[in-house]
């Protein structure tokens, strides 16, 4: 079974309701949830944090974070070096970025995109495998190397 980590501000806190009675649909995948956990007005690094460092440990497999455009939360994920957050609005995106960028966050706008449509974006994300290949020395380059170092 699959650990999918699950992150919003209080702009995405439906969806991200939404999206765990979806998962709970699902028998190969479970979510661990980092909050918010209420429409309350939040600061998006606050969960986005912990989500990274999740996927970046290893304790969940993927991520999927949620705030009003995607954009803040995204930022926040993407300055961790393990991270490849990529934001979506419809299954091609998804696709894409699974397969030529090896994303492990799916990122959704929720204040562009409907409840109808998160599910067909999530299915292509999943099903999605990475391409690997020409696509693989892309991501290498990826992380930031510290000056002077090798890593």
Known sequence: MKLIGLATDHAGFEMKEYVKNFINSKEEYSFKDFG??????????????????????????????????????????NKHQGIRAAICWNPEMARLTRAHNDANILVLPARFISISEIENIINMFLKTPFDGGRHQQRIDKIPVKNPGTNC
């Open 36 to 77: 918010t956990h209420s429409s309350e007005s939040v600061d998006y690094p606050d969960f986005a944090h912990p989500l990274a460092e999740a996927v970046e440990a290893g304790e969940v497999d993927l991520g999927f974070a949620f705030c009003g455009s995607g954009n803040g939360i995204a930022m926040a994920l």
